[in-house]
């Protein structure tokens, strides 16, 4: 028993070295379109190296060594949701660079200048958000208009039906528990001037 948790544990690690040293390569030397797609692409890689050699020099048995290359890919799809996905796309890591090249304080009131003025501009967060968003068949472009392909609408009424249904009812918001983001767009604008025909 102790001997196969020894090899569980060295092949483990063999893991973490691969899933690290794909990742190396991947961003420095390769095209990726989308972060979180590279990231998942390098856990399987480094799933298959360690498992190659896990089924083939060690004496585990045959559900034993499944179920490590399992746990291998959960734990390379929990990585590259928690770090380089993360650090990409989130708001409150560039709130806290902002902060940080800021000299480290803003006044609260000038924070929707800086999202709308440098954040967008800073991260490219539009031709990124729309490059994940063809990349994933969700969406097409076509003379002009960005629309939503059939994925895409069965993705955004889940989101939809998940927000209204499953999200905390009295979430805090700057000290005071609301429903706000429950319904977002329930009190937007009625804005006509961008819209497209519906896709065909």
């Keep these: 028993m102790i001997r196969k948790i020894l090899i569980a544990k060295l092949a483990s690690i063999l893991f973490l070295v691969a ?3 794909a990742y190396l390569i991947h961003i ?3 095209d990726v379109n989308v972060i979180f797609y590279a990231a998942l692409l390098d856990a399987a890689i480094a799933a298959v190296i360690a498992g190659l050699v896990l089924f083939v020099i060690t004496s585990l048995n045959g559900f034993e060594k499944l179920l490590l290359v399992m746990i291998w890919l959960l734990v390379g799809y929990a990585l590259a949701i928690s770090l380089p996905t993360v650090i990409d796309r989130s708001l409150s890591f560039y709130i806290l ?3 940080q090249q800021r000299g480290g304080g803003i006044k609260q009131d000038a924070f929707a200048r800086v999202f709308t003025d440098e954040y ?3 991260y490219r967060l539009v031709d990124v ?3 994940e968003q063809l990349e994933s068949g969700t969406i097409q472009i076509k003379d002009g208009c960005v629309l939503l392909t059939d994925k895409g609408q069965r993705i955004a009424s889940f989101g939809q039906f998940f927000r209204h249904n499953l999200l905390p009812k009295h979430r805090l918001l700057m000290g005071q528990y609301s429903d706000a983001l429950v319904d977002p767009f329930k009190n937007s604008a009625d804005v006509t ?7 065909p």
């Design 193 to 199: 001037d961008y819209k497209c025909a519906a896709a």
């Design 129 to 131: 958000r729309l490059t």
């Design 97 to 99: 660079e902002k902060l």
């Design 120 to 122: 967008m501009k800073e």
């Design 28 to 30: 420095n030397f390769f």
């Design 19 to 21: 899933l690290i040293g």
